[in-house]
């Protein structure tokens, strides 16, 4: 089993749509963990942190389920500038703060 | 204030040719890391630094090395690039006085391609 997976797509939904990814990680031990956003041949940039039961900024909203051991991402009233690739990241404690990404989730929203 | 920088941002090899890719940060960062990105597949790590001098392997080390003489910058190298080495290779530094403790700012990529 990976460290971190994910549904790797791709979801296409119209605009204003809510849209849910998931993502699941192996090490019970994890505290953190990340979604950063990736657009087409650039650099990941961090979206959202979660450390607790989750987190939510504007349309966005992570939550946290440690006994699933699963981080979803929810999207509401999707925009067209929300097309994208979602990486769900992991941090590995006391290693130098390795990150473990999963292989990403491609979002595009249509018109 | 750039950030984190890489040079080359694109590169073409034939086999057995060796390079070398840059990363500079001037954030002074204590960490630094270097991934690649293969299609489909997340971000692994190639090696990593957690200080001036000093360098550790990742999940994916072989066929790289890395040095990091300079704490705002950490080399990457390939001694006789194989086409396996294809990809796009990401450099990343963090602070461990960060706020969010494990945020990464990553560089623009290097976009390696080797014949």
């Known amino acids: 089993r990976k460290e971190v997976e994910q549904d790797p797509g791709p979801f296409n939904v119209p605009e204003g749509a809510t849209v849910a990814f998931n993502c699941t990680y192996s090490n019970s031990a994890s505290q953190s963990f990340f979604w950063y956003r990736q657009d087409c041949r650039k650099e990941p940039k961090l979206l959202m942190s979660?450390?607790?039961s989750g987190n939510e900024d504007g349309r966005f909203t992570a939550q946290l389920n440690r006994a699933s051991q699963y981080i979803s991402l929810l999207i509401r009233d999707s925009k067209l500038s929300d097309s994208a690739t979602y990486l769900c990241v992991v941090p590995r404690r006391n290693q130098g703060g390795k990150l473990i990404f999963g292989q990403g989730t491609e979002l595009s929203v249509k018109p | 204030n750039a950030g984190v920088t890489q040079t080359p941002k694109f590169r073409v090899l034939k086999t057995g040719q060796s390079m070398t890719l840059l990363c500079a940060q001037d954030m002074n960062h204590e960490y630094m890391y270097w991934y690649r990105q293969d299609p489909g597949m997340g971000l692994r790590l190639i090696h990593y630094?957690?200080?001036?001098?000093?360098?550790a392997k990742g999940e994916v080390p072989d066929g790289y090395n890395v040095s990091r003489l300079k704490k705002q910058n950490f080399l990457l190298g390939l001694e006789s690039a194989a086409p396996s080495q294809t990809s796009v290779y990401f450099c990343?530094?963090?602070?461990?006085?960060?706020?969010?403790?494990?945020?990464?700012?990553f560089g623009p990529g290097t976009r390696l391609t080797v014949l």
């Open positions: 979660v450390y607790s």
């Open positions: 990343a530094s963090r602070s461990i006085t960060d706020r969010d403790i494990d945020t990464q700012y």
């Open positions: 630094s957690v200080g001036e001098g000093t360098t």
